[in-house]
């Protein structure tokens, strides 16, 4: 155990000031048990030797805790949508909680998310993307995406939530056909 952590845990009793590489949250404080004083070794407290998700130290799963936070910017997505921050008919008590709203999506961008809305992009043959419907609609004239009900997230550049979205197909128009000389 480094010197500087044990005069910290000295200290502080059980409480340690530990900065966890690739943890978002920044630095966290943590109380150890005295029976477990050799927890606070580097390896214990990055995720297992054997690169499992697992985390012993709060003997929790990181992908549950990261699928958490993608259903969570999803509802933050889903809320942005709606674009009532733009409105002028909103009340002072509305414009506060859209702060909140507004600080929250932010965290969740600056922390390494990245939320993609795939309306309106052409929809290419093959795409990962999961495709609820392919419906026939008017106006378009190739495969796009006419909504997208689940956004593709990704977190550090992974993909932790793959898009689900409607496909617009464009209507073959028989009439003109039939019409032709």
């Known amino acids: 155990m480094p010197k500087k952590a044990k005069n910290e845990k000295e ?12 943890n978002i949250f920044g630095k966290m404080k943590l109380k150890i048990p005295k029976n477990k004083s050799n927890a606070t070794s580097k390896e214990n407290l990055s995720h297992s030797s054997n690169k499992s998700n697992r985390c012993e130290m709060w003997d929790c799963d990181i992908s549950k805790t990261i699928r958490l936070l993608a259903d969570v910017a999803t509802n933050l997505w889903r809320a942005k949508k709606k674009n009532i921050e733009g409105s002028d008919d909103i009340s002072d008590e509305l414009r506060k909680i859209l702060r909140h709203y507004s600080a929250s999506w932010d965290l969740l961008i600056n922390a390494g998310f990245e939320i993609c809305d795939h309306t309106n992009e052409a929809y290419p043959e093959g795409s990962p993307l999961k495709v609820i ?8 004239g190739s495969l796009t995406v006419a909504e997208t009900i689940r956004p593709t997230i990704y977190f550090n550049d992974k993909k932790i939530q ?11 128009d028989d009439s003109k056909e039939n019409n032709k000389p």
């Open 162 to 172: 793959e898009g689900e979205v409607v496909v617009a197909m464009p209507i073959k």
């Open 11 to 22: 200290k502080l009793g059980n409480e340690v000031n530990i900065d966890i590489p690739g």
């Open 133 to 140: 419907a392919f419906q026939p609609m008017a106006g378009y």
